[in-house]
């Protein structure tokens, strides 16, 4: 019995291993919202476009970045769920977004990246 449940909990612990989600806010050209997927771990847990493109060049368009992570996110995953834009989500991945990186020069690209509303 203790065999099955250790095996069980193993399978369910490396399926963990590929489960991503990633946050995009509501604008006035979209709703905005949270999808959790099944996807390569190559992301963070709680990924975010942003956080694609926080280590983009400064000549480099953001929005066409952002709209890349997104399709990329979409088109290399199998969607689980998708519900409405969760704020703390959305914060949670600011913060991973921001580990290990020079907090001025984040903060900089944030606030270019939130004039585009995201």
Do not use: K
Not at 9 to 35: E, H, I, K, Q
Not at 59 to 88: H, M
């Amino acid at each position: 019995m203790r065999l099955a449940i250790a095996l069980v909990g193993a399978v369910l612990l490396f399926c963990a291993l590929f489960v991503r989600s990633y946050t995009v806010p509501p604008a006035p050209d979209r709703r905005g919202g949270t999808v959790v997927s099944l996807a390569l771990p190559n992301r963070a847990l709680f990924g975010s476009p942003r956080a694609d493109c926080l280590g983009t060049p400064e000549a480099e368009s953001v929005i066409a970045c952002l709209i890349a992570s997104v399709n990329r996110a979409r088109s290399d995953a199998i969607p689980l769920l998708s519900f409405g834009f969760s704020p703390t989500c959305y914060d949670l991945s600011q913060r991973i977004a921001l580990i290990g990186r020079d907090a001025a020069v984040a903060e900089a690209r944030l606030a270019q990246i939130a004039r585009f509303g995201w």
